[in-house]
């Protein structure tokens, strides 16, 4: 705060301008890790460790989205250039999907799903991840027969 003003200001100072936050998010991570010497910082993971970076990427998500479910308040970073918060249920159900095919939930694996969600919403490829999530992580929900239903109708009403 005392070298930017505002976690925004710091934020872009790492900015590359690239397609994602990817580098502005380590560039974030290190500055604010730099205290965090002798001990490793679970809340900041960094991108660079190649982690999905769940926490980081949901960070990003409140402060960059605007809308009934992220409060918003940064104005200077575009929705398009997220990545999707992945978890074990975001990873789960975009593998049920045929979001991906990868085998962990990493960060390139949350590179691709964010790929194929900007396929369908280049402007904002995470604003599904709330509900997506939601439907993860519902109990009473059964994944197989969710997935037998995905299939009958994704010709339909899942047009990628």
């Not at 560039?27 to 926490?55: I, M, W, Y």
């Not at 575009?78 to 159900?93: E, F, K, W």
């Not at 604003?127 to 439907?135: H, I, N, V």
Request: positive net charge.
């Amino acid at each position: 705060m005392r070298r930017h003003g505002t976690l925004q200001a710091c934020f872009l100072t790492h900015d590359d301008g690239s397609n994602t936050v990817l580098k502005a998010s380590e560039g974030f991570v290190d500055e604010l890790s730099q205290d965090f010497t002798t001990r490793r910082n679970s809340l900041l993971p960094s991108p660079a460790n190649k982690s999905a970076c769940k926490r980081l990427n949901l960070y990003l998500k409140w402060l960059v989205r605007h809308d009934d479910v992220d409060p918003g308040g940064w104005d200077k970073v575009s929705p398009s250039r997220l990545i999707v918060p992945v978890d074990t249920h975001m990873y789960n159900l975009c593998r049920l999907m045929g979001f991906t095919d990868r085998k962990s939930a990493d960060l390139k694996t949350a590179l691709v799903i964010t790929q194929r969600f900007a396929e369908i919403c280049p402007e904002d490829p995470v604003k599904y991840d709330f509900a997506l999530t939601r439907l993860g992580i519902k109990d009473s929900l059964d994944l197989k027969r969710f997935y037998e239903h995905y299939k009958r109708c994704s010709g339909t009403c899942f047009q990628l």
